[in-house]
């Protein structure tokens, strides 16, 4: 069956630090991919998304880039802030409403 | 999502009780799901509905109900028989232009005493 594959953390970064997230998959065909964020006490929101294979997702200065050839959906962000703090969850889907298949969050803590 | 609402926010629950978890979404999209959350297990699918009228199981239903009788509408009973209640409870909802992408409402927080 698919699934995703994301370290749980926490990860520690200094402000202004670059992030990246790691996340690989396992799925047959071209599934969707996506990353959420989760802050504490809150839902999931959106973070980004691609759907073929190189495509690139970003937001908000988050980007990730649908590699099929290593089946991977890293995400990184250039310069992070206190505000990034927040848990990180890595998905993919295969559409027509089929269940979303979740990483188990990656948190990140981003200190002054 | 703004268009995505639960109620409460915080639930609490003495055991051998039912309660029942609200969420309502102005989104007039077609499915509807319910996640159980808990600390560092990622999110599980409880049960889904891809139309009113109509549901299916997730991979942890077992003491847990569902309806859908409307489109907007689509609450989560947690039964006496679910042994481990306390966690938080996510909905999502997908439909318009995207059937991939999940919207989620703000969650619940259920507590059993």
Redesign the interface.
């Known amino acids: 069956g698919d699934s995703v594959t994301q370290m749980?953390g926490p990860v520690t970064l200094s402000e202004e630090a670059f992030l990246t997230i790691n996340c690989t998959y396992t799925a047959t065909g071209y599934p969707?991919l996506?990353w959420?964020v989760q802050y504490p006490?809150?839902?999931?929101?959106?973070l980004l998304?691609a759907?073929k294979a190189d495509d690139k997702g970003s937001n908000k200065g988050f980007e990730a880039t649908y590699r099929k050839e290593t089946t991977s959906f890293h995400l990184e962000k250039g310069s992070v802030q206190v505000s990034d703090s927040a848990v990180y969850?890595c998905a993919l889907?295969?559409?027509?409403?089929q269940?979303?298949t979740?990483?188990?969050?990656t948190k990140l803590q981003v200190i002054p | 999502?703004g268009g995505?609402t639960?109620s409460p926010k915080y639930l609490f629950r003495k055991e051998g009780q039912n309660v029942t978890l609200s969420c309502e979404q102005n989104l007039n999209h077609?499915?509807m799901?319910w996640y159980r959350q808990d600390p560092?297990?990622?999110?599980r699918?409880i049960y889904?509905s891809?139309i009113v009228n109509d549901f299916q199981k997730?991979d942890i239903a077992e003491g847990y109900s569902v309806s859908r009788e409307k489109k907007e509408s689509f609450p989560l009973t947690v039964t006496s028989a679910q042994k481990n209640p306390t966690a938080f409870y996510?909905c999502?909802v997908?439909?318009g232009e995207s059937?991939?992408?999940?919207?989620?409402?703000?969650?619940t927080?259920l507590t059993v005493l």
């Open positions: 749980e969707s996506f959420y006490g809150e839902g999931l929101q959106l998304k759907t969850f889907s295969r559409g027509g409403y269940k979303v979740f990483g188990i969050g | 999502d995505i639960q077609d499915a799901y560092g297990q990622g999110l699918l889904y891809q997730g996510l999502g997908a439909g059937t991939d992408t999940q919207y989620f409402g703000p969650g927080r």
